[in-house]
């Protein structure tokens, strides 16, 4: 009996930790930052993420976050600026 509890619990941890990857949260309400860097708003589920400094951000694709990384400050800098006059 004990030995099934705590398998069961294991696999719980696992399908946690699993489904926890899947729903990361990102800085601008999830929205692709290279989007909001390039003056678009493009509505992502986060699947496709990175940290910069400690933060989270999302992309609509892995090539929107590639494009974000070869020059991570300046395109924060804009997504920023962009998101504060555009957000809700």
């Not at 696999?11 to 949260?25: D, H, N, P, R, S």
């Not at 708003?41 to 590639?66: L, M, P, Q, R």
């Amino acid at each position: 009996m004990n030995r099934i509890v705590i398998t069961s619990a294991i696999a719980g941890a696992v399908l946690f930790g699993l489904g926890a990857a899947y729903a990361a949260t990102g800085q601008f309400n999830n929205l692709c930052t290279m989007g909001l860097a390039s003056h678009k708003i493009v509505h992502t589920d986060c699947s496709v993420n990175g940290t910069y400094k400690g933060k989270t951000y999302c992309f609509g694709n892995e090539a929107a976050k590639k494009q974000f990384f070869k020059n991570p400050s300046a395109n924060l800098a804009k997504a920023e600026a962009f998101y504060k006059t555009h957000q809700g």
